[in-house]
Nanobody, 121 residues
């Protein structure tokens, strides 16, 4: 069983930055691809970025060049560095673990509880 706990959300103005963290159960990063997803009210959950066990990354076009995914294996922590934030980035952000390198949420097996990000104009 994989346990994931996100933190780091908050409220920022447009153009600002935030760093989200996701603490995972031990050995999670050795086995699973990790992803960040977001869901805004009234919208479907969308994939933001993914990172596999070898360090390969993938990004949604909407965040490419602004967001960066990374992990610290020693701390069992996944990060999402978000820069140049826009109001449309406002959403609940979730980290997830799965076996497939993809941005499709149905392919992920384990989910955190989420952390809210609000960007004001």
């Amino acid at each position: 069983q994989v346990h994931l706990v996100e933190s780091g959300g908050g409220s920022v103005q447009a153009g600002g930055s935030l760093r989200l963290s996701c603490v995972a159960s031990e050995y999670t990063f050795d086995t699973y691809c990790m992803g960040w997803f977001r869901q805004a009210p009234g919208k479907e959950r969308e994939g933001v970025t993914t990172l596999d066990v070898d360090g390969r990354t993938g990004y949604a076009d909407s965040v490419l060049g602004r967001f960066t995914i990374s992990k610290d294996n020693a701390k069992n922590t996944l990060y999402l560095e978000m820069n140049s934030l826009k109001p449309e980035d406002t959403a609940m952000y979730y980290c997830a673990a799965g076996y497939i390198f993809t941005l499709r949420s149905p392919d992920y097996n384990y989910w955190g509880q989420g952390t809210q990000v609000t960007v004001s104009s």
